[in-house]
């Protein structure tokens, strides 16, 4: 969060993932996804998140089961999502190495 960048990138990632639940019907817990996912980040910075401690171990992470979902909404709902699939696409990339 701390860096302008990955925070733009974090807030376009939250602000799909936002645009999808809406398209489905589904009210966000949080106003504001994407400043919830800015504040999250800040929150618990000096922590290590599941999925990167997976990577890091080379173990298979949980984006299985919590992307493609995501993703599948996003197309039956026509909400394009090209941050998140390029994140998932990466992802997919560093569990491989």
Known sequence: ??????????????AEGERVL????????ESSLPAFAVRLC????????????DIRT????????IVPPLLAAGKRARVPTPVLSSLYSWTRALEGR
């Open 1 to 14: 969060a701390a860096d302008p960048p990955l925070r733009d990138l974090l807030e376009r990632a939250a």
């Open 22 to 29: 809406k398209a489905r019907g589904i009210r966000p817990l």
């Open 42 to 53: 800040r929150d618990t910075a000096a922590n290590v998140n599941s999925m990167l401690a």
């Open 58 to 65: 080379g173990r298979r992470t949980e984006l299985e089961a």
